[in-house]
């Protein structure tokens, strides 16, 4: 299980790399959102450095015992919210889909952890 734990880490640090890059670099899209969520302009920014931190926690947390889980139990919680802000402005599953999936990523990050 521990094995899984840490492939699942990896996946979703990159994936959290990546996508605080498209924050940081002011994705059309992204910002299009941000605006439909009423947050103030730039917030895609402090979004970003969230991800920042908790990819770096879990690139740590391969390391160092209960970091990693900790960092996927932060991600469980923040994409929690994404999915709720998606659904409160009347967004589709389609729309939402890649919150929905990051949330399933770290669900199952956090259970291995948790299990492992």
């Excluded at 469980?76 to 990051?102: C, E, N, Q, W």
Aim: glycine share 12%; proline share 2%; charged share 15%.
């Amino acid at each position: 299980m521990k094995t899984i734990f840490e492939i699942l880490s990896v996946v979703l640090a990159l994936a959290m790399v990546a996508s605080a890059v498209a924050d940081f670099r002011g994705v059309e899209q992204i910002k299009e959102l941000m605006h439909r969520l009423q947050y103030r302009p730039g917030f895609e920014r402090f979004l970003g450095a969230i991800k920042l931190v908790g990819a770096l926690g879990l690139f740590i947390g391969l390391g160092v015992s209960g970091l990693g889980i900790a960092a996927s139990i932060g991600f469980v919680i923040y994409f929690v919210l994404a999915v709720r802000a998606h659904l409160s402005i009347g967004d589709t599953m389609k729309d939402a889909g890649p919150a929905v999936g990051l949330l399933v990523l770290s669900i199952l990050t956090a259970v291995t952890g948790l299990a492992s």
